[in-house]
């Protein structure tokens, strides 16, 4: 009987879980210009008008290089941050650690005044460049934590014997640990990528309207009336995320990184 209940919950919240994506989903397959489902005169014309419609071709582009080169940056710097922290396990490492992590710490708007300040200060606000700094100094936590729980896992008998056979600390780090960590940075930019395509606040604080990424162009174009194409980004936002996510159940630790595994040395 108990294990009756617990299917009936799982499949009761797996199907709440999926009920707005079906819907979106439908939505996006109308033939006419309407919010309608069950969707009729089923047609993928607006797939096809996203990509045709240099309104909505724009703020995909912008959005796609913001995720790929913030999350490359949040992986550049999340990378010494962890080994330093790994290495040397004191008070500075630990402080470090916590500058690591505070950006997730605060409120998304909190952080996204500071942006604001700082660029408009210097005089870059509205470039591209702030946009991609910003998310990459925001994601930051994200790499930090999955690079650090692969460094938690790091066996440290290879890396003295390594040592121990003159293995200098350079190439150490090349051949003994980052080959151990690329499964841990890939999904730690994963995590970033997904989260940088979907952010909103800052990067319409830092650059409003002038690098318009499409969560602002969806916002935007919600006051004046609704279009399928919103739903076709929303359908491609969830299969970019699947995709990422997916890769990282495959090829990463997925239990490790939600926690689900104990974290320590075999």
Do not use: C
Not at 121 to 141: D, E, R, W
Not at 156 to 178: C, D, F, K, Y
Request: charged fraction near 10%; glycine fraction near 8%; charge should be positive.
């Amino acid at each position: 009987m108990t294990r009756h209940l617990q299917i009936f919950y799982v499949t009761v919240i797996l199907l709440l879980l999926a009920a707005p994506i079906v819907v979106v989903a439908g939505v996006s397959l109308n033939g006419q210009q309407s919010l309608r489902f069950p969707p009729q005169d089923l047609s993928l014309k607006w797939y096809a008008e996203l990509f045709r419609n240099s309104d909505w071709l724009v703020p995909l582009r912008n959005s796609l290089i913001i995720a790929a080169v913030s999350s490359l940056l949040a992986v550049a710097i999340a990378l010494p941050l962890a080994l330093h922290v790994w290495s040397r396990n004191n008070r500075l490492a630990r402080a470090l650690y916590v500058l690591g992590v505070a950006p997730f710490m605060l409120p998304p708007v909190i952080s996204a005044l500071g942006f604001l300040v700082f660029w408009v200060s210097i005089g870059m606000y509205g470039q591209m460049t702030a946009t991609i700094i910003s998310h990459g100094v925001f994601l930051v936590t994200l790499p930090v934590v999955t690079i650090s729980l692969g460094l938690a896992g790091v066996d440290t008998s290879l890396v003295e014997a390594a040592r121990t056979m003159g293995a200098r600390r350079g190439q150490v780090l090349r051949t003994v640990i980052l080959p151990l960590l690329t499964p841990y940075m890939i999904s730690g930019y994963a995590f970033a990528f997904v989260l940088s395509l979907n952010e909103y606040i800052i990067a319409y604080m830092v650059a409003g309207f002038t690098v318009e990424t499409l969560p602002i162009k969806i916002f935007n174009s919600l006051r004046y009336g609704y279009t399928p194409i919103m739903g076709v980004v929303s359908v491609i936002f969830v299969g970019l995320a699947a995709l990422a996510f997916g890769l990282i159940g495959r090829y990463g630790n997925l239990p490790r990184l939600l926690g689900a595994e104990r974290v320590g040395n075999d």
